[in-house]
Every structure is written in C-alpha cells, then in structure tokens.
C-alpha cells in the first residue's frame, strides 16, 4: 500500500529545445533523435520515452509510432544525474508534419488482490510530451 | 618629436584596447533556454473503480460513473496540459464523458470536458485545444470525473484509461 503514501509525482524532463523542433531523415531508414533526460522534483525511478503521431484534430499526441528504438532500454532516473537517450524512429510510415517525443513513468506492473477487481474502472496516467517537425526527407542531390 | 608621438598615440590605444577586452569580458551573455517545467503529482496510483447506475440511454443501458483522487499540477509558461482518454475493455461504450475540474484564480471551478473523444469544450466557452488554464508555478488541484453509457449485459468489463500530458509549447 506504499503507493497511497508516496504519490506518483512527475517532473522528470528531456532537454528538447522548444526552439529547434525540426527534424530530418538522412540517408538511413530512420530519424535519430538525441537528448538528455532529467530528474525534477520527481521520485526517483524508472521511467520510459515513446514516439507518437500526432492526433491531427487535437495537435496533440495521437497513436504510439511502433519499431522505435531507445537507448537506454531502461531509464532509471536519479536526483542530479543526467542520463543521455537516444531515440531512434522509423521513417518509413510517417509523413512530413508533427510528431512527439513523451517521457512517461513507467507504469507499475499490477498487484495481484486477495479480492478479485472484476468491476468497470479507469487508470490515470501522466507524461510529458515535446513536439518535433519531420522535415520531408531531401534528394541525394540536395545532401551533396 | 615623431618618435614620442608615436609612443604617445601607442601608449593611448593601449590602454583603450585594455578596456574595450575588459569590457567584453566583464559583460556576461545568456543563451540557454528557460527549462520546461510541469509537475503532476497524482495520488491515483491504483485503478480508479466505477459505479452504475441507470442510464438516460434506456433499460439495455448502464451509466459508469467515478471521480478520481484529486492531482496536482504546476508548470511554467512553456507548458500546456492535454487530457484524452480510450476505452481498454469491454464492449464499446455508447456515449463517454471525460470532465477535469480546476480550481480558477478567483475561486471558481473551470472545467474542461470531452464527449465520445471527439470535442474538447470549456467553460471558457467554445472549443478549445487543450481547454486548461494557464499552468502556475504553485500546485492547482484537478478533479478528474469520467461517465460512460455502456450496454447492460453481464459478462462485459469495462476498462479506460485517462491521459494527462505536459505538453512543450514552442516560443
């Protein structure tokens, strides 16, 4: 019952430059973002990063984008220590226009109860997100 | 006469080069970016258990319904909050209803809600995209209230999940 005592609280961050958001695909199959994550006042833990399409209606994140590969595999985060992430997206699927980069906690695996929940209910989880721009990938001509 | 004037003009421009790269280097410039910040702290650690009652939809109808434990949020002005939700079991709904509630400046409760996932309204009026007030460095509490129309049969687990997302604003 330690998690009614000490409630989730997330102010882990990346260093993504709201200023610089776009990104271009190179001569690879896939768009290499590198950053660094960050504990704020969060408790330490493990915590994982997610690339997302973006909901068109909303401009907010939409569907998870899959096959993307993030270095670490598991982020464990800690007061004062800084720890470099690389994330590595499949560019094959996606169109030029928005995505995002979210950094979440990651979610605790279920406790099994002495009493059986079978009833309707909804889980509420936390995340950060930073929006980057895919740029529409360039000719062979172009990168000369 | 044109030796000590030449000394004379070097000695000068010495010293005013001296204090030109004193100057310079005595002048600090910033170029960092203000940190993101957005902090949410939610005492919901555990599924959050709904309860029926009767539906306006009809008798083949369940009205789900369920507030969760109050979170806390606060940011800076390069954060905005996003709130979304999706159905994870069950039959599909047939109507569903995602209301947070915020405490305003004043005292007053601004609330943000969504129905069937398609519109985003605010007591600010209009739709909005992301309909929460603007995050303050000091905590405001959220209330989170979620209602789902859902078929009256036996056998069906109805489960959702809410998402509350810091988002980062551009300059």
Redesign the interface.
């Known amino acids: 019952m330690n ?2 005592i000490f ?5 882990a ?1 990346l260093s ?4 610089a ?1 776009n990104v271009s695909p190179g001569l690879g199959s896939r768009i290499v973002i590198r950053t660094e994550a960050l504990l ?3 408790d330490p833990g493990e915590y994982e990063v997610g690339a997302f399409r973006n ?1 068109e ?5 939409g569907e998870k984008i899959n096959d993307v590969k993030i270095t670490p595999s598991k982020l464990f985060l800690r007061e004062g220590r800084k720890r470099n992430v690389v994330i590595s997206i499949p560019s094959d699927s996606l169109q030029p226009g928005p995505l995002w980069i ?1 950094l979440s906690e990651k979610p ?1 695996p279920k406790k099994e109860s002495v009493v059986p ?15 980057r721009i895919l740029q529409p990938r360039k000719s062979l001509l172009q990168l000369q | 006469m044109n030796l000590r004037f030449v000394l004379f003009t070097f000695f000068f421009a010495s010293i005013f080069m001296m204090r030109e790269a004193t100057a310079a280097s005595s002048s600090t410039s910033f170029s960092a ?1 203000v ?16 309860s ?1 009652k009767a539906s306006s939809y009809g008798l083949s109808f369940l009205r ?1 319904t ?1 507030t ?1 434990e109050p ?1 806390e949020l606060s940011g800076n002005g ?2 905005s909050v ?1 709130i ?2 999706n159905q994870t079991g ?1 039959r599909e709904a047939r109507n569903t209803i995602l209301m947070a509630m915020v405490r305003g400046n004043a005292g007053d409760n601004l609330y943000t809600y969504m129905q069937n996932g ?1 519109s ?1 309204l605010s007591s600010e009026g209009g739709v909005m ?2 309909g929460f007030p603007r995050l303050v460095a000091s905590p405001r509490p959220i209330t ?1 209230a ?1 209602f ?1 129309d ?1 078929d009256n049969k036996a056998g069906q ?15």
């Open positions: 998690w009614f409630p989730s609280l997330l102010a961050a993504l430059n709201p200023n958001k704020g006042s969060s909901n209606k909303k401009n907010v994140p979210c605790k929940i079978s009833g309707p209910q909804f889980n509420i989880y936390v995340r950060s997100c930073y929006q | 970016n940190p993101f910040e957005c902090s949410i702290q939610n005492s919901n650690s555990g599924s959050v258990s709904m029926s789900l369920a969760a979170l390069l954060s996003a979304d939700y069950g398609s985003l995209e992301g989170i979620f789902a859902v687990t109805y489960e959702f999940e809410v998402t509350l997302s810091c988002l980062q604003k551009s300059e």
